[in-house]
């Protein structure tokens, strides 16, 4: 069997982030083996403190139009995001780095479940994207009413994968 495909972006980390990021690099291929991604190339990016900026890579190598935007305002509600272009097989990973420090080894493994969940499901919220610009411009919406639909939407999806994702792990815990 071949080694999943994934690289991991060039890090230098504060010394409190050194045990997240890791577990994260032990775990990652464990799970990217176990849910089938073994075919697509995920590459880990670690965002440091507040800054919105990934360690280690200058700004001229930084993927252009990251969405995830976590940490700029020092929230750390969210800890991870993934950037998935489904039709070359490759996905970004991004941790906020400030906020997964605050998780014991479980939730950072659930955590990755999630994220990678994402990447399978990227098809389905691509089409629901896509769908939802076109139901707005045939109805000219108005942002509001636009806004108010997309959360509506994105919420439900999110909702879906993370059952998804709990029903994964539950699948694998203890093995």
């Known amino acids: ?13 504060k010394a409190e982030y050194q045990h997240v990021v890791d577990f994260l690099e032990e775990r990652a291929p464990i799970w990217q083996e176990r849910m089938g991604l073994g ?10 403190t507040g800054s919105g900026l990934l360690l280690g890579a200058s700004p001229k190598n930084r993927p252009a139009g990251i969405r995830c935007s976590f940490g700029a305002t ?18 970004d990973v991004y941790f906020f780095l ?6 014991d080894n479980k939730r950072l493994d659930e955590i990755l479940v999630h994220e990678y969940t994402h990447i399978l499901t990227a098809v389905e ?9 076109e139901v707005a411009s045939a109805e000219e919406m ?3 009413e636009f806004g108010i639909l997309a959360q509506f939407y994105y919420d ?11 029903a994964i792990y539950a699948g ?3 093995k």
């Open 142 to 144: 108005a942002s509001t």
């Open 172 to 174: 694998w815990k203890g």
């Open 98 to 103: 400030a906020s997964a420090v605050l998780w």
């Open 39 to 48: 075919h697509f190339e995920i590459e880990h990016h670690y965002l440091d």
């Open 125 to 133: 919220q691509y089409l629901l994207e896509t769908k939802l610009e």
């Open 74 to 91: 020092g929230d750390l509600t969210y800890t991870a995001c993934v950037e998935t272009r489904w039709n070359y097989q490759t996905a």
């Open 1 to 13: 069997m071949s080694q999943p495909r994934r690289r991991t972006a060039a890090t230098r980390v």
């Open 156 to 166: 439900r999806m999110e909702m879906a994968t993370e059952n998804a994702a709990r």
